[in-house]
């Protein structure tokens, strides 16, 4: 298969523990993304880089939250200190320059 | 990125065809118009893009109105797997930038046996 991947697809974690999320965009997409998902609402964006570089952050991600993606090839999210307002669906998404985004399924989250 | 305006949700029979509006009045010329689905437990689904003409592809097939304020994506024949949630996003490609998806709450299609 030769779509993105995430792992793990759900993660609960006690308040105050961080937590990291593992993304494999599709192997010659230069460009990846991640979002996160609340319940009834749509995706929002949370940062963006272009191989290895982050070119863009939403304001959602706050200093508790940090992206890599060493290599230009996966891409690690860590979320340390936990809170629960941070349980959502975070999504990884890739595209080839310009073109459509390929989803992961995605990681859950819960904060108890 | 400009707005756009969905119904929160429809239904449709199986096997019948339908039409999920979008309304994008503010819409700039650089914008493209795209559609993505979500079907349960899944990462959004691309569907469709299209500029000003109308665009068909396996999935669907979208029609822009000539203004360009609105758009309509047709399934020709619903079945119970098109039951997600539709989104219309617009993206500009104009200039350097992300080009991130912006999703609003999209409509959701439920689709009847």
């Known amino acids: 298969d030769t779509g993105v991947s995430q792992d793990p697809r759900h993660k609960i974690t006690k308040r105050g523990q961080n937590v990291t999320f593992r993304c494999d965009p599709i192997?010659?997409?230069?460009?990846l993304y991640w979002y996160r998902q609340t319940l009834g609402q749509g995706p929002e964006f949370l940062t963006y880089?272009?191989?290895?570089?982050?070119?863009?952050k939403s304001r959602l991600l706050s200093d508790r939250f940090s992206a890599e993606r060493p290599k230009g090839s996966f891409s690690t999210l860590e979320i340390q200190r936990t809170e629960q307002g941070d349980s959502a669906m975070y999504l990884c998404?890739?595209?080839?320059?310009?073109?459509?985004?390929?989803f992961g399924q995605g990681t859950r989250l819960t904060v108890v | 990125d400009a707005k756009t305006t969905q119904p929160n949700s429809m239904e449709s029979n199986e096997e019948e065809p339908v039409h999920l509006p979008c309304n994008h009045s503010?819409?700039?010329?650089?914008?493209?118009i795209h559609w993505y689905r979500q079907l349960p437990s899944q990462g959004p689904e691309y569907v469709i893009h299209?500029?000003?003409s109308n665009v068909n592809n396996r999935m669907a097939s979208l029609a822009i109105a000539e203004d360009r304020k609105s758009s309509t994506l047709i399934l020709h024949r619903a079945t119970l797997r098109d039951a997600a949630v539709y989104y219309c996003?617009?993206?500009?490609?104009?200039?350097?930038?992300?080009?991130?998806?912006?999703f609003g709450k999209g409509t959701k299609l439920s689709v009847i046996p």
């Open positions: 299209g500029l000003t």
């Open positions: 880089f272009q191989n290895e570089a982050q070119l863009e």
């Open positions: 996003i617009l993206t500009s490609y104009s200039g350097a930038g992300s080009y991130q998806l912006t």
């Open positions: 998404a890739s595209t080839l320059n310009r073109g459509e985004a390929f």
């Open positions: 503010t819409i700039s010329g650089t914008d493209y």
């Open positions: 192997s010659e997409h230069n460009r």
